[in-house]
């Protein structure tokens, strides 16, 4: 019944470090997204694709860059770690217009 | 710019009370508009959008171009609905969030 899957729960890394955060879905969906959701500033996108090798700079895209190499595939990267990264990191997927389904989160803190 | 406004961050009620929380958005064209909830320790999912025009557990949200609001409303609140929920909308493939509001219905 999982429809986008996240590969990651929990991460901790370290300040500096090149991070990858993994996204697939398995609805044939060309609509990928990544959101950070911070307490009393919501959901806010990072980036997002329309379609494979496709992106589009969100609000916040400083810091973060994407990679879409398959349909199924979303990655979000953060060059060089920092503190300020630290947050709940969702990934998200749609056809235009319609539901977007949200995998489970990835909790990254940066040390 | 393409906004969306939810100006309450936390709205606690009574079970058996009406609930509106609102939302505002920000758009020259025809917006697409969506509510998304997250109860605790679950995804984000969708709640309601608006062209379809249905109830889903028992909220309802009308499109107000002239306001340009989309509030949702229940007549009578559960503690089950105690969740975080965010007003969305859609444009040129993108989906934009607001900043949430947290519903807290008490007993």
């Known amino acids: 019944d999982v429809k986008v899957t996240q590969s990651s729960r929990y991460l901790v890394k370290r300040t500096g470090e090149k991070v990858f955060l993994e996204c697939v879905q398995d609805m044939d969906h060309e609509n990928m997204f990544w959101y950070r959701q911070d307490p009393g500033l919501g959901l806010r996108l990072i980036y997002f694709s329309y379609d494979v090798k496709m992106k589009e700079k969100g609000d916040i895209p400083e810091g973060y860059s994407v990679s879409r190499e398959k349909k199924e595939r979303f990655s979000l990267i953060l060059e060089s770690a920092s503190t300020n990264q630290t947050s709940m990191y969702l990934c998200a997927s749609s056809l235009s217009y319609v539901e977007a389904f949200f995998g489970q989160g990835t909790r990254l803190t940066v040390v | 710019a393409q906004r969306v406004t939810q100006p309450e961050k936390l709205l606690s009620v009574f079970k058996g009370a009406p609930v509106e929380l609102k939302c505002n958005y920000s758009?020259?064209?025809?917006?697409?508009l969506f509510w998304y909830v997250q109860y605790s320790r679950q995804r984000l999912q969708l709640l309601l959008r608006h062209i379809s025009r249905e109830s889903i557990k028992g909220f309802t949200a009308d499109l107000n171009k002239g306001e340009t609001s989309f509030h949702l409303k229940k007549p009578f609140a559960q503690e089950e609905d105690s969740a975080m929920y965010y007003c969305?909308?859609?444009?040129?493939?993108?989906?934009?969030f607001g900043t949430g509001t947290r519903l807290q219905v008490f007993p």
């Open positions: 969305a909308l859609s444009f040129s493939d993108k989906l934009i």
């Open positions: 758009y020259s064209g025809s917006p697409e």
